[in-house]
Every structure is written in structure tokens, then in C-alpha cells.
């Protein structure tokens, strides 16, 4: 009996040793950087919320973390309002544009993200789109001018939404040198690329402080239709 407890003493005095030395030898997990900004407008007077992302593209030397599409994601049409406005979306995934509206939409896009005009579909319909390529989609309805809404399709998972106090926080990024990338509805693109500037990001948090921009006091709702021109705000559409 003595034998077989003194055994079962040195049996657990092993295992503690083992553990503790594999412990010490684990790599400790990286904390990564955090990232936060605001966004100051320079128009005084102005509390809209407005629509905004940042993100991190990682520059030469900086290991990219893959960001890959997973199931679909969704733009429904109802009530003439696309849901939800703004959507930030890998490259490649499919986004369903479902018609929960009563009367025919078409919905389209002819800007610097992906183009295509999905034509007149009816009500209780569906239709879909790949984004292939990175970059911001602004969609449009070409019944109804006052449906818009947003997709930004990124190849980085290291992004942020604006929240109700137009501020941004990344968290548990690798430590290197990114490029700032922001985009804010209504901004003009020339303005946005102003905005963007190189970092390099090491253990902790960087503050970058108030982001100043020439945001509108109001949602821009002047556009084209796919034709390019205004829409015939005179005529009654039976749609």
C-alpha cells in the first residue's frame, strides 16, 4: 500500500513539473495595437450622425489577415428604405437584395465598387450580387430616388463603424505599418484621400484624436438615375 501511494505521489509530482514547464515555454499571447479616432466636423452647428468606416490596409512587411466570406449577407427593400443602410462586407460575398416592398424596384450601382443594375423585379422577389472587388458601392433604386444605401466590401477584417458618438475603435491588430483608410458618406473621394496617412503601430493604444471633415448637415439625395439622367420627379410612377 506505502508503494503504491508513494507512486501515485511521484506520478502528479511529474505532471505539475511537466505543466509548468510547458507553461513557461508557450509563447504569450500577442495583445496586438487598438486604434481609435474621432471625427470632428468643421461645419459648426452639425449633429447628424453620419455614416462612417475606417480601416487598416497593412503595408510591405505587415503580415494581412485574411477576412473571407462567410454565408450571404442581406439588402432588403422596404417601407422605399434599402436595410440597413450602411453595410461593411468582405470581397467576394454575395449580398441578396430581397423586394419586401408591395410595387417593382430596380436597383443599381455605377460607381468605383461594383457595377450592375439588377432591372425591374416584383414584389416577394429576390436577386443577388458578388462583390468581387474592394471598394465602396453606393446602390440606388432607379424608381425611387430617395432609396439609397452603402456596401464597402474590404479584404482586411481590421476596420471600424462609426458609433453614435462618430468615434472608432480597432482592436487586436498586428504590430507594423498600415495605411488609414476612412470613408464618410457625403464626402467627396478627393477629400477622403487626403484624410488617409500611413502609421506604424506598436504595443498599446494609438489615439489619433479628432478626425476633421467637411461632413453635410443632411444625407445627399441628389443623384442620377442609371441613365445618367435626373429622374421625372413630375411624372406618377405605377410603381
Not at 505543466?19 to 487598438?34: D, H, L, S
Not at 482586411?156 to 476612412?182: C, H, M, Q, W
Not at 487626403?194 to 441628389?222: C, Q
Request: with cysteine; aromatic share 10%; charged share 20%.
Amino acid at each position: 500500500m506505502r508503494s503504491r501511494g508513494l507512486c501515485k505521489w511521484l506520478y502528479f509530482a511529474v505532471a505539475m513539473i511537466s505543466g509548468v514547464t510547458w507553461a513557461q515555454n508557450r509563447p504569450a499571447k500577442n495583445p496586438g495595437a487598438e486604434v481609435r479616432l474621432h471625427i470632428a466636423s468643421v461645419q459648426p452647428g452639425n449633429h447628424r450622425h453620419v455614416p462612417a468606416v475606417i480601416w487598416l490596409e497593412p503595408l510591405t512587411g505587415t503580415p494581412a489577415l485574411p477576412f473571407l466570406p462567410q454565408g450571404h449577407y442581406t439588402l432588403l427593400q422596404k417601407n422605399r428604405t434599402f436595410i440597413p443602410h450602411l453595410q461593411v462586407i468582405p470581397v467576394g460575398s454575395v449580398v441578396q437584395f430581397p423586394n419586401a416592398d408591395p410595387f417593382f424596384h430596380n436597383v443599381f450601382s455605377l460607381y468605383r465598387g461594383k457595377r450592375f443594375d439588377l432591372g425591374l423585379y416584383e414584389a416577394g422577389s429576390s436577386k443577388s450580387v458578388i462583390f468581387s472587388r474592394e471598394g465602396v458601392s453606393y446602390i440606388f433604386c432607379n424608381i425611387h430616388p430617395e432609396m439609397s444605401a452603402v456596401v464597402l466590401a474590404l479584404s482586411t477584417p481590421l476596420y471600424a463603424i462609426a458609433d453614435a458618438n462618430e468615434s472608432f475603435v480597432i482592436r487586436d491588430i498586428p504590430l507594423g505599418d498600415y495605411k488609414l483608410r476612412v470613408w464618410i458618406e457625403g464626402v467627396p473621394q478627393s477629400t477622403l484621400d487626403k484624410l488617409s496617412h500611413s502609421l506604424h503601430l506598436s504595443f498599446g493604444v494609438t489615439d489619433l484624436g479628432n478626425l476633421k471633415a467637411p461632413i453635410l448637415r443632411d444625407r445627399p439625395t441628389t443623384h442620377a438615375n442609371k441613365f445618367g439622367r435626373p429622374y421625372d420627379r413630375d411624372s406618377e410612377s405605377i410603381y
